[in-house]
């Protein structure tokens, strides 16, 4: 009787242990895109982060209106001192819809003048099939 209340206490204990889901190779593909992008932003290549971002980014907005735009965002913040990486959610595009894929990517970064702030990165899956960021948020 007692192998048998290990054995049931045993097969509990493994059963509510939480499941590791493994990354989909997309989601791990946009976020060292995503990564390699903030490494400029961090060290304010703000140019060289409209340069690496998505054809759709550079329709919506001309590299110097980027580089304003950015500036006018992290100038602020103060200089970058770390972050974080909380979460990464690939979004399919709609079947017979067309749009490509997306990831958005979620951190918690700190600066200089500012702490835990969130910073959401969006990257959309090019027709060459790289990853390439088409968004880019801050919530302080």
């Given amino acids: 009787m007692k192998i048998l209340s290990a054995l049931i206490v045993a097969a509990t204990v493994f059963a509510v242990q939480p499941v590791i ?8 593909a946009a976020k060292i895109s995503a990564d390699a ?9 703000y140019a060289g982060t409209w340069d690496t971002s998505s054809s759709s980014m550079h329709k919506e907005m001309s590299k110097s209106s980027w580089k304003m735009l950015i500036t006018a965002l992290h100038w602020p913040l103060g200089d970058f001192k770390s972050r974080k990486f909380k979460s990464a959610v690939l979004q399919k595009a709609p079947a017979g819809k067309p749009g490509p894929d997306q990831v958005v990517i979620d951190y918690v970064s700190q600066y200089e003048n500012k702490a835990d702030v969130k910073e959401t990165v969006t990257t959309t899956l090019e027709k060459d099939n790289s990853w390439k960021v088409s968004g880019f948020n801050i919530n302080g």
């Fill in 37 to 45: 992008w903030l490494k400029r932003m961090d060290a304010e290549d």
């Fill in 21 to 28: 889901a493994q990354e989909s190779p997309a989601v791990t």
